[in-house]
């Protein structure tokens, strides 16, 4: 859900008690600069939690 005063997105994950947060957009930019973004992070690996 997106807000007005908060446009962005936060993408992570939830691996037990760790939450690894991997991205986050700013909503208002160009809509093929946040699809290039999401795919450039589509080979994620957070690797083992610290």
Do not use: H, T, W
């Not at 760790?18 to 160009?30: A, G, M, Q, S, T």
Request: net charge positive; proline share 10%; charged share 30%.
């Amino acid at each position: 859900m997106l807000m007005k005063k908060f446009p962005f997105s936060i993408y992570y994950l939830i691996e037990g008690d760790v939450v690894v947060i991997f991205r986050i957009l700013d909503c208002r930019k160009d809509p093929d600069k946040i699809r290039k973004a999401l795919s450039d992070s589509s080979n994620f690996d957070p690797g083992p939690p610290q």
